[in-house]
């Protein structure tokens, strides 16, 4: 402190007395002096000054003294010096206020005396604010270390604990006043951790001063929590370590958090399962191990079928319901250490190992469990109070290949997948040589089409039926075009199987009926169309094992109001072969609404009569391949004679498809069939084209 700035407030009302010591003390130019003459001046003095030092004289009016020193006045945060008569005052003075006053000065000294007193007292206060000013940093430091979150210990240079602040005690479950003086720093880590700071850590941290590493601290009930650590070693003036000091942060939620995200890196959040990093990690390592053990193994590529239609109808709630599921599923079907994966979407990996080393047995084993993976995914879920039922296409390709790691792996399953979804789905396929160019082929057409319904690109073609008799249109058959933006128009030979394979087909097959059903309607409402002329639409067989399929040609008739009697179905026999009993009940109810139907193309295909004779078929349709050559081949020539002589005798309409030329419909008409279809009349046209037709009937 600088002397120039002590600051003193002396209290006394005798002038002689105060001009003597100002006089003194201004000699010294190093004081400041403030004269109180009464309380109040005292008081404000107190307030406003700060005094560094208080000289009082004992002997003021009023009880001023008493006053101050009793602490009415407020505290005296310095040194007082309290000048008092002769010795015979001291003892009221004790008596008075213990500890209120730091010195007494006889008023009898010389001003000398005081001045002397009043260096030292000046001194002395000096070392004091000193000393006060170095404890108040250790409180404050020690209470710093108190309120730290993290753990902060000292250890002597034995290792044992010295302090330990509140942190560290929660940490590790001890209470505050619990003595740690007889535990040594080894004794706060499980054995593995304990052997590290021994033999790492403090060894460090005497060489270079500190030690950081990540640790494990034992908890006094003996569970362990990660660290992170820092051990400080504290060296003595003379060298040699003084003392340890560590502080430590408990990462446990970093760790967990760490966990979390090493997890999602390699897991799918929904699942659980590993994702497509993981898998591809896992494969190589499958391989690797088939090749070293001369063991063959199994990747099987599971795609749900339709799946986004679950998650556009029910909402993906329920999606994920049944992705998790499936998941499940999947996991209960497999051994313990085979893969399952989750590639993302609706695309699953199942790797199986350890299968047998003979191929064809591999392959058996993977199409079996293929097989119970297919059927358990096929099984009714629950998802968001739904009844959900999902079926799956697999895919499986055999490894270790001859060349190729696991995205080859992968990309073989993944086709084999698309073949079998190409084949109608809810299926398992193998890969084989030269399935992915087919795939691709038909993966691409299936996307252009997609895209084609999005578009509008399809179109509506109707070719005249014609009664052989009388030369006029008795009807007309409807027949899809693809108007394709660069291709110009696309028959149906060349996409129809592929909507067919896709499933696109109900979609397509929907709209042709729709379509097909508005123009009829306006054609009634024009008066062009005659009420026993029949619109002939075809049905694919997909189309036709649509669960709503009758709901939806209903929904139509009722819609566009066309009468239902002038509609007719154009099936092929391949419809009845998959379930009989239900084709003859689809057909009943359409029949019972007025709807007539046709076998296309007879005599192509089972041309049972069986069959035919059990279902409510109004017409058969003679194949255009018989057509073709009847004239010139006497086969096909009494095969279309058996057909309509077959047909009369059973009660059916006839129509023979594909007539080119006037001596086909000249044969037709001795051999006595009603009705015909084809170029010689008039090719397929727009419905303009064919409006034209109806109007010169
Ligand atoms: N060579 C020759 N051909 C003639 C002659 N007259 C007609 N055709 C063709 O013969 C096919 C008759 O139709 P389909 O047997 O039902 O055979 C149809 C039918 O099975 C299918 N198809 C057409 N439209 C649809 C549809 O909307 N839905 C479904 N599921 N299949 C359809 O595609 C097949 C082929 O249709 P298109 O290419 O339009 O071929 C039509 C027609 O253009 C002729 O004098 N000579």
């Given amino acids: 402190m600088d002397k120039q700035e002590l600051n003193i407030l002396l209290v006394e009302d005798n002038h002689v007395y105060v001009e003597l010591i100002k006089n003194t003390l201004e000699n010294e130019s190093a004081y400041h002096l403030t004269i109180a003459e009464n309380l109040q001046e005292a008081r404000e003095s107190l307030h406003e000054k700060h005094p560094d030092l208080i000289l009082i004289d004992f002997f003021l009016p009023d009880g001023l003294a008493t006053d101050l020193l009793s602490g009415n006045v407020g505290f005296l945060d310095c040194p007082v010096v309290i000048l008092t008569g002769p010795g015979d005052a001291t003892p009221a003075i004790h008596s008075m206020n213990a500890g209120a006053w730091d010195y007494l000065v006889k008023t009898e000294s010389t001003l000398a005396d005081i001045t002397h007193v009043i260096s030292r007292v000046m001194r002395d206060w000096l070392h004091y604010l000193e000393k006060r000013q170095a404890t108040d940093m250790q409180q404050r430091l020690m209470s710093i270390l108190e309120a730290t979150p993290d753990m902060v210990a000292i250890f002597d240079a034995d290792g044992f604990a010295q302090y330990m602040n509140v942190a560290g005690r929660k940490l590790l479950g001890f209470s505050q006043d619990q003595n740690l003086s007889e535990l040594r720093l080894t004794d706060f880590y499980p054995v593995e951790y304990a052997k590290i700071i021994r033999s790492e850590a403090i060894p460090n941290a005497i060489r270079k001063g500190q030690w950081c590493g990540e640790t494990e601290l034992l908890t006094r009930s003996k569970d362990t929590i990660p660290v992170s650590q820092v051990l400080i070693s504290h060296f003595a003036e003379f060298g040699g370590v003084a003392f340890f000091s560590t502080i430590i942060r408990d990462i446990s939620e970093y760790k967990r958090v760490q966990e979390k995200i090493e997890f999602l890196a390699y897991h799918d959040s929904l699942t659980g399962l590993i994702n497509r990093t993981q898998l591809h990690n896992e494969l190589e390592r499958e391989i690797a191990r088939a090749l070293r053990h001369n063991e063959t193994g199994a990747v099987l590529f599971i795609d749900l079928d339709h799946f986004k239609k679950i998650n556009d109808t029910l909402g993906h709630l329920a999606g994920d319901s049944v992705l998790m599921q499936i998941a499940l599923a999947l996991k209960a079907n497999v051994r313990r250490d085979d893969v399952v994966a989750r590639l993302g979407g609706d695309e699953f990996i199942i790797i199986l190992s350890g299968l047998p080393i003979d191929k064809a047995k591999a392959a058996e084993k993977a199409g079996e469990i293929a097989e119970k993976s297919r059927q358990d995914i096929a099984k009714i879920i629950h998802a968001e109070s739904h009844r959900i039922q999902v079926t799956a296409s697999i895919g499986i390709a055999l490894f270790p290949l001859l060349e190729g790691g696991s995205h080859e792996l992968i990309q073989h399953a993944d086709t084999a997948m698309y073949h079998a979804k190409a084949q109608g789905r809810n299926g398992i396929a193998f890969y084989k040589q030269g399935m992915s160019d087919a795939v691709s082929r038909q993966l691409k057409l299936e996307v252009a089409l997609r895209k084609a319904i999005e578009e509008r690109q399809f179109r509506l073609y109707y070719q005249a039926q014609v009664n052989i008799d009388n030369g006029r249109v008795s009807g007309a058959e409807v027949l899809i075009r693809w108007n394709h933006p660069e291709l110009g128009i696309i028959a149906p030979d060349e996409f129809i199987s592929v909507l067919e394979s896709s499933a696109l087909i109900s979609i397509v097959g929907q709209w042709v009926f729709e379509t097909a059903c508005y123009q009829l309607a306006q054609w009634v409402a024009e008066g062009i169309w005659k009420d026993d002329y029949h619109l002939c639409i075809n049905i694919s067989p997909r189309q036709f094992r649509d669960a709503d399929f009758t709901a939806g040609i209903e929904r139509v008739v009722k819609k566009t109001g066309v009468p239902a009697h002038c509609l007719e179905m154009e099936i092929t026999e391949n419809i009845v072969i998959y379930d ?52 010139t081949e006497k086969d096909d020539a009494s095969i279309v004679d058996t057909i309509i002589a077959m047909a009369r005798h059973m009660g059916l309409d006839v129509v023979a498809e594909g007539v080119e030329t006037k001596d086909q419909l000249e044969l037709l008409k001795s051999l006595g069939c009603p009705n015909y279809q084809g170029y010689y009349f008039s090719p397929p046209g727009t419905a303009d084209e064919f409006k034209q037709l109806l109007l010169a009937a």
């Fill in 580 to 631: 009989l009993d239900k084709a003859i009940e689809i057909m009943r109810d359409l029949h019972d609404l007025g709807i007539r139907f046709s076998i296309d193309d007879f005599g192509t295909g089972y041309s049972s009569l069986r069959y035919i004779k059990r279902l409510p078929v109004n017409v058969l349709k003679i194949d255009r391949t018989f057509i073709q050559d009847m004239c």
